[in-house]
């Protein structure tokens, strides 16, 4: 995504003025988040702890880290619990080469409905959640 298409709602229209451009609003939203950070991290860490084993189980890493794009289009690396098989894009690169009807779709979509490199447990059938 280029940063400038962050300026815009998916209908094509602008976006109002948003919290960083009212320094007071900002400061406040620095505040909250900081101090929301500061009282749930304590009750939060043990479950991410417990979640980070399960997910090391399987002997991939417990973290992936990739890189994203804020609104001014600096970069930064976004970190988070790995929901995926360890080599998950050596497994949907050998899986769109294999199979046309997924690379169509890949191209069309950029996602799959059955994606390759989800693990086991994923898939499962859970008709309250979406794909």
């Not at 080469?97 to 898939?123: C, I, M, T």
Request: with cysteine; aromatic share 10%.
């Amino acid at each position: 995504m280029r940063p400038s298409e962050s300026l815009f709602r998916y209908d094509g229209t602008p976006e109002e003025a948003g919290v960083a451009d009212r320094p007071f609003d900002a400061f406040a939203k620095w505040g909250f988040d900081l101090g929301m950070a500061v009282l749930l991290l304590p009750i939060l860490l043990p479950l991410i702890l417990v979640l980070y084993v399960l997910v090391r189980l399987d002997g991939g890493p417990g973290f992936f880290g990739h890189e994203r794009v804020c609104r001014n289009g600096r970069r930064f690396k976004c970190w988070k619990l790995r929901t995926m098989v360890p080599d998950a894009q050596a497994v949907l690169r050998r899986h769109l080469a294999e199979n046309p009807a997924a690379a169509a779709e890949w191209s069309r979509d950029f996602k799959l409905v059955d994606d390759p490199q989800n693990h086991a447990a994923r898939r499962l059938p859970a008709p309250h959640l979406s794909r």
